[in-house]
């Protein structure tokens, strides 16, 4: 090859590069990003990308929901699709250069975050068929207040809540006289945390450590923080926006953080760290466990390994082993705290037990090219029928007031839960990111606690027990802080 | 003097201890990969049912699941992605790899000194150190969601690595090319009827790690590739849900079959082409 060819060559890509470097540098948001586009005119002929849990897909709901929208808006041309990606794909990098999804469907922590860089767009809620039917509580999951006036960017469907798992099953022959001291029909050890946990002693000494009543990862901060809250702890001051209030610590929490350490000592090692998340499934299913806390998307899965286990061991036919799985796993409330947080103390006052939760709902992306088809979708899946059909088949509870009324049970008791302020709702902001790193070290280490040997004992007295959450809020503080 | 029975039971007590270490050894990192493939075959699905070590059932219903239960996990789009990005990728990279690396080794031009050492300084960094800039040129050229994308990066960072391959050009008597030449040869001549084939072994070997890389990588496809179509098997295994354990296992170990048997055919050329060599030392 001549030599001025090659020359050219080179030239013509080092070219390239520069202006390829030059066009990434220079790579701006469209002004008009993050103001409302919804006129309330429908764009035509369009694809509208929905990203919705991978449990919805599982068991044919999003499909449904689909089927349902691009019938009802057949006319319009609006077509909405599965956008095909991972559940918890991030807007904040994929929205931006056109590839994230038109509406989302994720946890309220999640979907608010991206208000910070208005990546998705106040919604006029007030339009919506739900809104009424939804409690402000819900609503205030996502609300931002700027410059005094309040905007909402997103609209619940579902709350999330703890519950406590457990197989009926399982309950001792005789609960009905030993273990129903209130003779109120319910088993004790499912309504009293006291119970519960003299029930798990007496498994696990029974089976000689081979059978466990109640276990959980205790590390787990969306679960163990609410032992605290229960006693006066929060995560964030005046109602979760003061980010210079940290609460770990507050009011009574230490008595919290002891039932925790208590809890751990009827356990094994595993509820240092997540292994009891991700086989609770399995040892559920095949009676290891007796009960577990946990949210009600994942109820499906629960019922899923019980009855593999019934076909396996019991050679039921698939229909028998999931009537039998649903018979007998039960997800009830929350059981009720001791109020001096010494779980010996079976015969004193109690309190409610508050735990933190999240309200998943849609949000519409601020780069999507229809915004008001996206709304509509919205209000399409957030209809009374769209929210019946999504409980009916994924167990979830529902924001909506009207659907949690009408199928009743636990669906209405965590709405009521969550106006009653027992579930404590993760705050709807960025800094809530900084919280898991020191709480998860500070439970992970309250877990292991027991199962050290005694004289290496950290947590025995009220006064350790505060000092580690103080220091908690104190990492948080700085976390969240020491940058800005 | 030592006894020649003595001189036996010695070499006896060596050849036990080296063996069992060997075995040990063997052990060792067999272990895990038995476990694997014993548990892809768990009837129960879930790691933690297990008797023990070993999974208390065994049925193929993992590996069935693997191919026609798709609607959430599509295994088989996500091996033939992985299967196409890597083979390209292999055909590229080790083009462009041997011929940086015989450039390297039999011409000589101005900077090319500086050269060899900015691609060694350059190739010490770590690739995920530029993911950022990479995300961004890749959505400028429209190529996320795009195998072409991750191709061209593969192929693209494949030279950087051809120090081995010019170690082994380095090492043909350059008496072969002047031989060649006096006879009329032109350079693409001398490269492809005498450098080609007496560097099978090393291409061979440059193919193999061209195709073990992407094939492997989680990385780079996890940045680039958001939909769920265009996922490789390694992003794919990933998003498995915690109750897919078994599921899991069969697709790592099914993951192997593609470099086994590229391992199978391509062997014999590996220890042909060491031989050849070295008689033509």
């Known amino acids: ?484 | 003097m030592m006894k020649k029975s003595d001189i036996r039971l010695g070499r006896a007590f060596d050849t036990t201890v080296t063996y069992l270490l060997l075995l040990l050894v063997a052990f060792v990192f067999f272990f895990p990969c038995l476990w694997l493939i014993l548990a892809s075959f768990s009837s129960s699905g879930s790691i933690y049912s297990f008797r023990g070590f070993f999974p208390s059932g065994y049925s193929t219903e993992s590996f069935k699941k693997l191919f026609t239960d798709t609607a959430m996990y599509d295994y088989p789009k996500w091996f033939g992605n992985s299967l196409f990005i890597a083979t390209m990728s292999c055909i590229f990279g080790t083009l462009l790899t041997i011929l940086t690396a015989y450039c390297m080794s039999r011409f000589r031009f101005k900077s090319r000194k500086a050269l060899m050492k900015t691609t060694l300084v350059l190739g010490m960094f770590p690739s995920f150190m530029g993911m950022t800039a990479v995300y961004l040129l890749m959505t400028q050229f429209n190529f996320i969601n795009n195998h072409w994308g991750l191709i061209l990066i593969y192929t693209a960072g494949a030279p950087l690595g051809y120090m081995v391959q010019k170690g082994f050009f380095d090492s043909i008597p350059s008496s072969i090319d002047e031989a060649a030449r006096l006879d009329g040869a032109t350079n693409f001549q001398v490269f492809c009827k005498i450098h080609l084939p007496l560097s099978m072994p090393m291409i061979v070997y440059t193919a193999l790690t061209s195709f073990t890389w992407p094939w492997s990588d989680y990385i780079l496809p996890k940045l680039l590739l958001k939909t769920k179509d265009t996922w490789t098997v390694a992003v794919g295994l990933m998003s498995l849900g915690e109750t897919e354990f078994s599921r899991f296992a069969a697709g790592s170990i099914f993951i192997a079959v593609p470099i086994v048997i590229l391992y199978l055919f391509l062997a014999k050329h590996l220890i042909s082409g060491n031989v050849a060599g070295a008689v033509k030392e």
């Open chain 1, 1 to 484: 090859m001549p030599r001025n060819i090659s020359a050219l060559i080179a030239h013509i890509l080092v070219l390239a590069a520069l202006l390829t470097t030059f066009g990434c540098m220079s790579l701006k948001r469209d002004d008009s990003e993050g103001q409302s586009k919804f006129n309330g005119e429908l764009e035509r002929n369009v694809t509208l990308r929905i990203l919705e849990n991978d449990t919805a897909k599982e068991k044919g709901y999003f499909k449904e929901l689909l089927d349902a929208f691009n019938a009802a808006y057949a006319e319009y041309g609006i077509v909405a699709v599965d956008a095909n990606m991972d559940q918890y794909t991030d807007l904040e990098q994929d929205g931006p250069y056109g590839y994230g999804p038109d509406v989302l469907y994720q946890a309220n922590d999640a979907l608010m975050k991206y208000t910070d860089g208005k990546h998705i767009q106040p919604i006029p809620v007030e339009q919506l068929d739900c809104y009424r039917q939804i409690s402000e509580e819900a609503w205030n999951a996502y609300t931002v207040q700027v410059n005094g006036e309040n905007y909402v960017f997103g609209v619940p469907v579902n709350i999330q809540g703890p519950l406590l798992y457990y197989r009926k099953d399982l309950l001792p022959e005789n609960w009905e006289t030993q273990w129903d001291r209130d003779k109120n029909g319910v088993p004790d050890m499912t309504e009293y945390w006291t119970e519960l946990y003299a029930y798990s002693k007496e498994i696990r000494e029974k089976s000689n450590g081979a059978k466990f009543g109640y276990m959980k990862s205790l590390f787990d901060t969306y679960f163990s923080s609410g032992f605290l809250f229960s006693y006066g702890g929060y995560v964030f001051g005046q109602g979760g926006t003061d980010t210079s209030d940290i609460g770990f610590s507050a009011g009574e929490a230490r008595r919290g953080a002891h039932v925790l350490r208590q809890l751990a000592s009827a356990m094994n090692q595993d509820c240092i760290d997540d292994t009891v998340t991700v086989n609770a499934y399995s040892m559920l299913g095949n009676g290891t466990y007796f009960a577990t806390m946990t949210t009600p998307d994942v109820y499906t899965l629960f019922v899923d390994e019980l009855a593999k286990e019934y076909m396996r061991t019991q050679d039921l036919s698939e229909a028998d082993a999931y009537a039998k799985a649903e018979e007998n796993l039960v997800a009830a409330d929350i059981p009720k705290l001791p109020a001096s947080g010494d779980l010996e103390d079976r015969d004193g006052e109690t309190v409610d037990s508050v735990m933190m939760g999240g309200i998943n709902g849609y949000a519409v992306s601020a780069y999507t090219k229809a915004p008001n088809a996206a709304l509509a979708f919205v209000d399409f899946a957030t209809s009374f029928e769209m929210i019946s059909r999504r409980n009916e088949l994924l167990g979830v509870a529902p924001a909506r007031a009207d659907v949690a009324e009408k199928v009743g049970g636990l669906s209405e008791t965590i709405n009521a839960n969550l106006e009653a302020g027992h579930i404590a709702v993760m705050p709807s902001t960025r800094a809530v990111a900084q919280i898991w790193t020191p709480t998860q070290t500070f439970f992970s280490d309250l877990a292991k606690d027991p199962f050290r040997l005694p004289d290496e004992q950290k947590y025995l007295s009220d006064e350790a027990l505060q000092k580690g959450l103080e220091t908690v809020d104190e990492q948080i503080y700085s976390a969240i802080h020491t940058l800005n």
